[in-house]
T-cell receptor
Framework: NAGVTQTPKFQVLKTGQSMTLQCAQDMNHEYMSWYRQDPGMGLRLIHYSVGAGITDQGEVPNGYNVSRSTTEDFPLRLLSAAPSQTSVYFC??????????????FGPGTRLLVL | GENVEQHPSTLSVQEGDSAVIKCTYSDSASNYFPWYKQELGKGPQLIIDIRSNVGEKKDQRIAVTLNKTAKHFSLHITETQPEDSAVYFCAARNTDKLIFGTGTRLQVFP
């Protein structure tokens, strides 16, 4: 199993540009989520999904969209990038919601710089 | 919503000494408390977790304690080794969400 994969590893955008951060898992996990990591602020939940076709907002959803058309993929879209979205983005997945018996696995991250 | 505070933000210890990281949470309904270790350039990895019906859990050199009344939980690492150097995050489950603390950078000096 490849686990949780994220692409790209690094991206530079100009303010106002759009892009999609890709996340895929091959473990048949129902639960997937996106976090952003900023210095001194830990990991903050952006959006999450408890299964295909179901998404919900986390702590910091503004400026981001998600969809979950398949169990495997959970892309994160930035419609109009802003410098405040410069961050490291992590995707995570588990069989069910955190707090069940299942471990949440994180991907390697995407480093995004918005100029 | 849930709020998780973590202290200290940095911690330096000599190899072989113990390290303790503390977290507090605000929502008494939270019932699951994992700890993650993040090495440089990598995603966080679960190292130990505890549920609200348990007061302490141990896995080799790592232990976690939970005080539900005071709403705080702690990570204890004994006999620290240089490879324990990393950033550690605590988290608390609030409904379907994991809310993370701000992290502790642990440095273990040989």
């Amino acid at each position: 199993n490849a686990g949780v994969t994220q692409t790209p590893k690094f991206q530079v955008l100009k303010t106002g540009q759009s892009m999609t951060l890709q996340c895929a898992q091959d473990m048949n996990h129902e639960y997937m989520s996106w976090y952003r990591q900023d210095p001194g602020m830990g990991l903050r939940l952006i959006h999450y999904s408890v299964g295909a076709g179901i998404t919900d907002q986390g702590e910091v959803p503004n400026g981001y969209n998600v969809s979950r058309s398949t169990t495997e993929d959970f892309p994160l879209r930035l419609l109009s990038a802003a410098p405040s979205q410069t961050s490291v983005y992590f995707c995570a997945s588990s069989y069910s919601t955190p707090g069940s018996q299942e471990t949440q696995y994180f991907g390697p991250g995407t480093r995004l710089l918005v100029l | 919503g849930e709020n998780v505070e973590q202290h200290p933000s940095t911690l330096s210890v000599q190899e072989g000494d113990s390290a303790v990281i503390k977290c507090t949470y605000s929502d008494s309904a939270s019932n699951y408390f994992p700890w993650y270790k993040q090495e440089l350039g990598k995603g966080p990895q679960l190292i130990i977790d505890i549920r609200s019906n348990v007061g302490e859990k141990k896995d080799q050199r790592i232990a976690v304690t939970l005080n539900k009344t005071a709403k705080h939980f702690s990570l204890h690492i004994t006999e620290t080794q240089p490879e324990d150097s990393a950033v550690y995050f605590c988290a608390a489950r609030n409904t379907d969400k994991l809310i993370f603390g701000t992290g502790t950078r642990l440095q273990v000096f040989p």
